[in-house]
């Protein structure tokens, strides 16, 4: 992992909200990119690029530096999308077995090898009619050169999955290519699918993304100062509470000469009790100061949202 990253990170959970700004303009057109292929509407693609990053801050700190920060983003982005696209009917492709057993591998990269446009074109087509997963996988390893063992680490799989997967994909695209739409990988293979692979409609993120991005991240950050200023007070009031009883409890175990009543207890504290004197005295100015805190910070979120609009 990138040590600069390392430190923005570390800056960003210290309060600095607006590094995060960093990472939109670092990642936001790599994942915007990953998760179009996967769901194919750019409309939905930047709904699901925000939530991405919007889990992203909000987890910031589980973050553990394993591995590269964009490997974990790309990991939350791909997670994301499927889960969006698992509400959707899919629909499923169905390929004959004795066609797809029957295939031998230099059949398949001779297929894929040829760089007449014609098969470029059917390529393209049938890259539409890959699963989402699979989409994602081309997009990785294809498009954008990544590792097979970041790959691993983004889709939660083994590396032996993956070259699986890899060779699959390539045999469902012959398939594909040759029906008209019904082991190891090496890159330098397939010329055709990568060329059509970059012919893929190229869709880009709002000019003025990060900027929306970052209004959501500073109000996400604001709400969630009150949230732990809230939980601080309700600390401090459980306490004082424990507190006061436990102080009454003792005042009245103290100075009770039996269980008759409360009034012959009360008459027996002395008048010039200094814990009976204080304790009012304390409750009601920590009162006080709890309203006081709260009305300020109201004025101050009405400020930040008016700020906002």
Request: charged share 30%; net charge positive; glycine share 4%.
């Given at each position: 992992?990138?040590?600069?990253?390392?430190?923005?990170?570390t800056?960003?959970l210290?309060?600095n909200?607006?590094?995060?700004?960093?990472?939109?303009?670092?990642y936001?057109?790599?994942i915007?990119?990953?998760i179009?292929?996967?769901?194919g509407?750019?409309?939905?693609?930047?709904?699901l690029?925000?939530d991405?990053?919007?889990?992203?801050?909000?987890h910031?700190s589980?973050?553990?530096?394993?591995?590269?920060f964009?490997?974990w983003?790309?990991?939350?982005?791909y997670?994301t999308a499927?889960?969006?696209?698992?509400?959707?009917p899919?629909?499923?492709?169905s390929?004959d077995?004795?066609l797809?057993?029957n295939?031998?591998e230099?059949?398949?990269?001779?297929a894929?090898?040829?760089?007449?446009?014609?098969?470029?074109?059917?390529?393209?087509?049938a890259?539409?009619?890959l699963?989402p997963?699979?989409?994602?996988?081309?997009?990785?390893f294809?498009e954008?050169d990544?590792?097979?063992?970041e790959i691993?680490?983004i889709?939660?799989?083994?590396e032996?999955?993956?070259k699986?997967?890899?060779y699959?994909?390539?045999k469902k695209?012959y398939?594909l290519?040759?029906?008209?739409?019904?082991?190891?990988?090496?890159?330098?293979?397939?010329k055709?699918?990568?060329k059509?692979?970059g012919?893929?409609p190229?869709?880009r993120?709002p000019?003025n993304?990060?900027?929306?991005?970052?209004?959501q991240?500073?109000?996400?950050a604001?709400?969630?100062?009150?949230?732990?200023?809230?939980?601080?007070?309700?600390?401090w009031a459980?306490?004082?509470?424990?507190?006061?009883?436990s102080a009454l409890?003792?005042?009245v175990?103290?100075?009770?000469k039996?269980?008759?009543?409360?009034?012959?207890?009360?008459?027996?504290?002395p008048?010039d009790s200094?814990?009976?004197q204080?304790?009012?005295?304390?409750?009601?100015?920590f009162?006080l100061?709890?309203?006081?805190?709260?009305?300020l910070?109201?004025l101050r979120?009405r400020?930040?949202m008016?700020k906002e609009k």
């Amino acid at each position: 992992m990138k040590n600069d990253e390392l430190h923005i990170i570390t800056s960003i959970l210290a309060g600095n909200t607006e590094r995060f700004s960093y990472f939109l303009d670092t990642y936001g057109q790599q994942i915007f990119t990953l998760i179009v292929r996967m769901v194919g509407s750019p409309e939905d693609a930047e709904e699901l690029t925000q939530d991405t990053f919007m889990k992203a801050f909000r987890h910031l700190s589980d973050f553990n530096g394993k591995s590269s920060f964009s490997t974990w983003l790309y990991r939350i982005a791909y997670n994301t999308a499927l889960s969006s696209l698992r509400k959707q009917p899919n629909e499923v492709l169905s390929v004959d077995d004795r066609l797809w057993n029957n295939l031998t591998e230099n059949e398949i990269d001779r297929a894929l090898d040829e760089e007449d446009e014609e098969r470029i074109e059917q390529l393209q087509r049938a890259l539409e009619k890959l699963t989402p997963d699979e989409r994602a996988l081309v997009t990785l390893f294809y498009e954008e050169d990544r590792p097979i063992a970041e790959i691993c680490h983004i889709l939660n799989q083994t590396e032996g999955n993956i070259k699986v997967k890899l060779y699959r994909i390539r045999k469902k695209l012959y398939i594909l290519i040759k029906t008209g739409g019904r082991n190891k990988m090496k890159k330098e293979d397939s010329k055709a699918l990568r060329k059509a692979i970059g012919r893929q409609p190229e869709f880009r993120l709002p000019s003025n993304f990060t900027y929306r991005m970052m209004q959501q991240v500073e109000q996400e950050a604001f709400l969630r100062k009150k949230r732990n200023e809230k939980r601080i007070f309700i600390l401090w009031a459980a306490t004082l509470i424990l507190m006061g009883g436990s102080a009454l409890a003792y005042l009245v175990l103290t100075y009770m000469k039996n269980l008759s009543g409360i009034e012959e207890t009360l008459k027996n504290i002395p008048e010039d009790s200094s814990l009976l004197q204080t304790f009012p005295v304390l409750l009601t100015v920590f009162m006080l100061l709890a309203v006081l805190n709260y009305r300020l910070n109201t004025l101050r979120y009405r400020k930040f949202m008016e700020k906002e609009k």
